[in-house]
């Protein structure tokens, strides 16, 4: 891709990206209806800062693409699950008038809210006593959301090796969180 002209560039460039990019969205997305619109933004990102930049600042346009793709997603996601909790409901009473609610259901209690990061601070600290191997999976696995197989390659494992240690890992938190009462 040593074109300069910027549409000829983005369009080698979509080209390239497209298949992994597809992946990417399908792999984080929620709801496949989305996919069409999440890589249009993502694409319309790309394009609009290769015209405002040039083609010259993307030195490698894979890791590029994937760096805005996921963005666009944690953005997505992260704005649509914020504004679930503005949403309206329709609703109707006996006689069958139509009125609206406020969706309060979808919004955590204070409460709630607390318990669930005593709880993911109790695992936090459960989790500092196994050995390093199990910590990267579980965390590979919870926090940068990678599935089992990627994980194995990163890691050099097996990968059924990866899905035994996070299966047993599961199971002992889950052991020790019920110890302690937690509702899960």
């Known amino acids: 891709m040593s074109a300069q002209e910027p549409i000829p560039f983005f369009e080698a460039l979509y080209r390239d990206t497209y298949p992994q990019t597809l992946l990417t969205v399908t792999r984080g997305c929620s ?6 619109d999440l890589l249009q933004d993502i694409y319309a990102d790309v394009y609009a800062d290769i015209l405002l930049y040039g083609p010259g600042h993307i030195r490698d346009p894979a890791a590029y693409v ?42 955590p209690a204070a409460g709630d809210t607390a318990e669930l990061h ?26 940068l959301d990678m599935p089992l197989g990627e994980i194995a390659r990163a890691l050099g494992l097996n990968e059924n090796t990866v899905k035994t240690k996070l299966y047993r890992t599961l199971q002992e938190l889950r052991g020790h969180c019920q110890k302690e009462g937690a509702d899960l």
Not at 82 to 105: K, T
Not at 123 to 142: D, N, S
């Open 118 to 143: 005593l709880l993911a601070q109790q695992v936090g600290e459960r989790l500092k006593g196994y050995p390093a191997q199990v910590r990267k999976i579980f965390l590979c696995r919870f926090v």
């Open 66 to 107: 994937r760096a805005i793709a996921r963005r666009k997603l944690g953005a997505w996601y992260g704005l649509r699950a914020r504004l679930q909790s503005f949403v309206l409901l329709r609703s109707e009473n006996e006689d069958g008038d139509g009125y609206d609610l406020p969706a309060l259901a979808s919004v």
């Open 31 to 36: 709801d496949p209806a989305e996919i069409p």
